[in-house]
């Protein structure tokens, strides 16, 4: 029923660019806070970046400047702009739904994409 499909990921050399998608079904999306989150290997898995249902967005220290994190509701989709890569960017990264504001006791998770950013 519910489904979190990203894409976007692969295999790019330091200072570029790519732009992770996150298709949403299933849910109403547009009452969805939504984020991107990480993981390396050996490290715990961070929030990158979020958008909530009012469109208000916060980014982790790391990228800001760097990444932008939009929603396009017409598409139930969101969107990871990522400029600037570097090789710590380097992690699986994947999508979360949550309306915990709205009463919803469970989020849900997309499978992720991977990220490798290398020489």
């Known amino acids: 029923q519910v489904q979190l499909v990203e894409s976007g990921g692969g295999l790019v050399q330091p200072g570029g660019s790519l732009r992770l998608s996150c298709a949403a079904s299933?849910?109403?999306?547009?009452?969805?806070?939504m984020g991107w989150y990480r993981q390396a290997p050996g490290k715990q898995r961070e929030l990158v970046a979020g958008v909530d249902s009012e469109g208000r967005t916060n980014y982790v220290d790391s990228v800001k400047g760097r990444f932008t994190i939009s929603r396009d509701n017409t598409k139930n989709t969101v969107y990871l702009q990522m400029d600037s890569l570097k090789l710590e960017d380097t992690a699986l990264y994947s999508c979360?739904?949550?309306?915990?504001?709205?009463?919803?006791?469970?989020?849900?998770w997309g499978q992720g994409t991977q990220v490798t950013v290398s020489s």
């Open positions: 979360n739904a949550d309306a915990r504001w709205l009463g919803v006791k469970y989020n849900y």
């Open positions: 299933g849910i109403m999306f547009s009452l969805y806070d």
